[in-house]
């Protein structure tokens, strides 16, 4: 099937009516979220972007979308946790199935330098990364926390650990939640996150504006804190949605208070307000062991992705040359060792 498809290259300036039949194939496609469409591409990453396209005849049958950053390797633009080759729905039979997607991502790979080097996301719906191990690309399997049954909302807190449980009601006493259109503040109690660590937070207020708008403009945007009585504010969450999936993409909470539940008194709200605007809530990780049982505590199913990466080829020699030039001293020292009696 895909052999004697077409590859073209989605980009800024593709006419408007190939950038939405794109992004009708995007709302179609198992592994599509917002986070493939153009208009989030150039938000998170202007002019550094495009999309390899498969098309067989007038019909787009797969797709990768691709970043590139400073050095020309393709990555991860910021805020942004899953791209990836997508694929439209198939009725095929598996092993048919299995073979069409080993061949599309083995066509999008032959469009790919092997000078350039490759660290990306995928969606968790994506299985099948033998074409790229074939390719020399390693894998890593990462987990992340899903809600994909917000109908089923009301039974979530009997899946909750009774500590996030007991947080939650406890918050619900002592903090109101507000939603505010205030993007700066939600920024400066997010920045008091990253201060707290001693670093600085690694995206700009002119980012989260790009993609705020964008969103609100093409999909949607909420942004909540939660303050006590006395005005102090807590911490705040900055969640993106459309009618797939839900994203809380931005959190942060103010040092003074971070042992409280304020955040997951806004994790559940987000959770609440998921369930009337899309399919499913996605806590987007973490492995990290001091985010993983928090996530974990809410009750949401853990679900696998790849990341996918493959070095650029002169790290890749360099690599080899330093692993030849190893085992040749540890043969020479072998060599001179005077065996024991």
């Known amino acids: 099937m895909p052999n004697n498809g077409t590859i073209d290259r ?18 179609s496609s198992p592994q599509g979220m917002l986070y493939c469409k153009t208009w989030w591409l150039e938000a998170t990453a202007p002019g550094r972007w495009e999309v390899l396209v498969l098309r067989i005849g007038d019909d ?12 020309g390797n393709i990555g991860m633009p910021p805020l942004t946790q899953k791209l990836g080759v997508i694929f439209a729905p198939s009725t095929a039979r598996y092993a048919k199935q299995l073979g069409d997607e080993i061949a599309v991502c083995d066509q999008f790979l032959d469009h790919i330098s092997p000078e350039i080097g490759v660290n990306q996301q995928f969606h968790e719906a994506f299985y099948n990364w033998l074409a790229f191990m074939w390719r020399g690309f390693s894998q890593t399997t990462k987990y992340t926390y899903i809600f994909d049954d917000l109908e089923n909302v009301a039974d979530y807190m009997s899946r909750m650990t009774n500590d996030c449980r007991q947080r939650i009601n406890k918050s619900v006493k002592e ?13 400066d109690i997010n920045s008091l996150t990253f201060e707290r660590q001693g670093v600085k937070c690694p995206y700009s207020l002119e980012l989260v504006q790009r993609v705020h708008d964008a969103c609100r403009s093409q999909a949607g945007a909420r942004i909540i804190i939660a303050k006590d009585g006395a005005g102090n504010i807590h911490a705040c969450d900055y969640m993106v949605y459309d009618r797939r999936c839900a994203v809380s993409i931005i959190q942060g909470a103010d040092p003074r208070f971070r042992k409280g539940g304020a955040q997951r008194l806004l994790d559940w709200d987000s959770i609440n307000f998921a369930a009337t605007v899309s399919a499913k809530f996605d806590f987007e990780g973490s492995v990290m062991p001091g985010v993983e049982p928090y996530n974990r505590g809410f009750g949401a199913r853990q679900t696998p992705y790849f990341v996918l990466r493959r070095p650029r080829r002169w790290k890749s020699r360099l690599a080899a040359r330093q692993r030849r030039l190893v085992a040749r001293a540890l043969h020479y020292i072998a060599e001179r060792v005077e065996p024991t009696a």
């Open 175 to 187: 903090l109101s939640v507000c939603e505010t259109d205030d993007l700066q503040l939600m920024y």
């Open 60 to 71: 787009i049958k797969a797709a990768w979308p691709l970043v590139y950053n400073a050095r």
């Open 10 to 27: 989605l980009t800024i300036s593709s006419p408007p009516e190939s950038v939405s039949q794109y992004h009708a194939f995007v709302d």
